[in-house]
């Protein structure tokens, strides 16, 4: 039989290695996603403008093939307002139409 002072020793030993690896494989994961991060930013970002692109051009098909009709219109200056518009401005923007949105749905439900 084992002596307790080994015993506590041995089981002090087997915690510390294991959060130790604990530790070791999240700090691990970290520096993969800090390294991923930008790349994946990058395409992220390319996404999102393909789809504004995609959504202009659906846009002005639908304009010009059945006439400008007054949702249509105002989708486009807001867009054309949206653009010109800062950044942080852009975000506050899509914050406040999303509440609109949610509330909306609120209603409805």
Do not use: Y
Request: glycine fraction near 4%.
């Amino acid at each position: 039989m084992h002596a307790p002072q080994s015993l506590l020793q041995a089981a002090l030993n087997r915690l510390s290695a294991r959060l130790g690896s604990g530790f070791a494989d999240s700090a691990a994961s970290l520096a993969v996603l800090a390294q991923e991060a930008p790349e994946r930013l990058r395409r992220e970002l390319e996404l999102f403008w393909s789809e504004v692109e995609q959504e202009a051009q659906r846009l002005e098909t639908e304009s010009t093939a059945g006439g400008s009709n007054t949702s249509t219109g105002a989708a486009a200056a807001t867009a054309t307002a949206w653009a010109a518009a800062a950044p942080q401005d852009q975000i506050d923007d899509l914050r406040a139409r999303v509440a609109s949105i949610s509330r909306q749905l609120e209603d409805q439900a």
